[in-house]
């Protein structure tokens, strides 16, 4: 063997040693194409394990020279928490476009052209005001924090970290990190203009990315047939482009299906009439029979008196093929686990395995039921209302449910659309 590879496999054995002498998992492999061999340790996170993979054998050399195994993970953000140090690390990153050499300048007052030692130096630290509250400092991330998470990145993170932080489970972390990220962030927002948020955890329906053809799309691209309404197409751009951003990304999908409620019920309406009209029974000269035509009209032409959930059911019944809503569901196992789920971001669920029974009612119940929890944030001590809330976990599983409603929109933007013309 050369140097390099006995190097290699001696830096392997001692990592190895040191996660399972503390129960930590550890795995080695080797890239497809590449061929070059990457390290995963998979971190404990309460009952679960956060995996984190380094690429090299210098970035899993450099985890030798801390105590790695003290940490433990929190479950929603990119943070690391220490019992052994009472200690809690979390990253911050900018809520706009806004460059991290920018907040290093504008916040930390720090030229990312330095040494990197001054600028490791530029922590703030906030002293506790009593005993019990933790310690509070803020600026570049912990020679830790960098080795174990952000490894992958050319400027060290901004972090958060709390000193003399008491815990004792992973929803509690997550609790006093979301506490004291909105008080020192929302201060440092009105003092710098600089708007930062924590860093989420990427989790496995977080980071879910839609199915991409194995043929390069460009061999099916065809010159346009069809031309649809600039509005809700607007709408439907923008949800696509909201993907840090999941209630703003469901909702704009959802406002595609209710720019056309105007039309569908219309459409509905005349369904009716003429139904009516065509009744053997019906009399022009009967009061009870006028009524029921008048009654339509209003219905169709007053958005209140139609419920919004009725509207959005009529909405899947005229646009949305059944075995296609059906197969939606089945080609992918992930998710149709997922929207069987007793307990999750809608108390509805989707019948997917029962053929006997139409999805559509139940779709529709749980994309308004998921718009509700999103739009109605009224704190009502008397209702029991399920909101829904940014950084919350159900937020987190939300990819699933934007894949639906994105669906939906599909649907119904190539019912609406017209013949191309220029």
Not at 183 to 199: G, M, T, W
Not at 273 to 290: M, N, S, V, Y
Request: glycine share 4%; aromatic share 10%.
């Amino acid at each position: 063997m050369s140097e390099s590879e006995d190097e290699r496999l001696i830096v392997i054995d001692k990592l190895r040693d040191r996660c399972n002498a503390n129960d930590l998992c550890f795995e080695t492999g080797q890239g497809a194409f590449t061929g070059s061999h990457f390290y995963r340790i998979g971190f404990k996170s309460g009952p679960n394990r956060i995996w984190e993979t380094y690429r090299d054998l210098k970035e899993a050399q450099s985890l030798l020279s801390i105590e790695f195994e003290k940490y433990i993970f929190s479950s929603d953000f990119v943070a690391l928490c220490s019992h052994k140090d009472n200690s809690i690390e979390f990253a911050v990153r900018p809520a706009t476009e806004i460059g991290l050499s920018q907040i290093y300048r504008h916040i930390l007052g720090v030229n990312v052209l330095l040494s990197q030692a001054y600028i490791d130096s530029r922590r703030i630290t906030l002293d506790s005001p009593a005993p019990g509250f933790p310690s509070i400092s803020f600026g570049t991330a912990s020679d830790d924090f960098y080795k174990i998470v952000s490894k992958f990145l050319v400027l060290k993170p901004i972090t958060i970290a709390l000193g003399g932080a008491c815990f004792n489970s992973i929803e509690s972390v997550n609790k006093l990190i979301t506490k004291i990220a909105n008080s020192v962030l929302f201060q440092l927002e009105i003092i710098s203009d600089i708007s930062l948020i924590i860093e989420k955890r990427q989790t496995a329906n977080s980071a879910h990315k839609r199915k991409v053809s194995d043929s390069p799309p460009i061999e099916s691209l065809q010159y346009p047939k069809a031309e649809y309404d600039e509005a809700p197409m607007s709408l439907y751009w923008y949800g696509s482009s909201a993907d840090r951003m999941p209630l703003i990304q469901f909702l704009s999908f959802y406002q595609v299906l209710e720019y056309y409620y105007p039309y569908y019920s219309g459409k509905e309406a005349r369904r009716r009439i003429q139904a009516i009209l065509k009744d053997p029974t019906f009399r022009f000269d009967q009061e009870a029979d006028i009524s029921k035509i008048l009654s339509i009209i209003g219905v169709s032409h007053g958005a209140s008196f139609v419920k919004e959930s009725n509207q959005l059911k009529t909405i899947l019944d005229e646009c949305v093929d059944e075995r296609a809503l059906r197969e939606f569901f089945q080609q992918n196992q992930e998710r149709q686990k997922f929207f069987q789920k007793k307990k999750g971001v809608s108390k509805y669920t989707v019948p997917i395995k029962d053929t006997d029974s139409s999805l559509k009612q139940e779709v529709s119940n749980r994309i308004y039921d998921i718009r509700c929890s999103i739009v109605h944030t009224k704190a009502d001590p008397n209702k029991d209302n399920f909101i829904l809330l940014p950084n919350s976990k159900e937020v987190a599983e939300l990819t699933h449910d934007i894949e639906l409603v994105r669906y939906i929109a599909r649907c119904v933007l190539k019912d609406r659309c017209s013949s191309f013309g220029v």
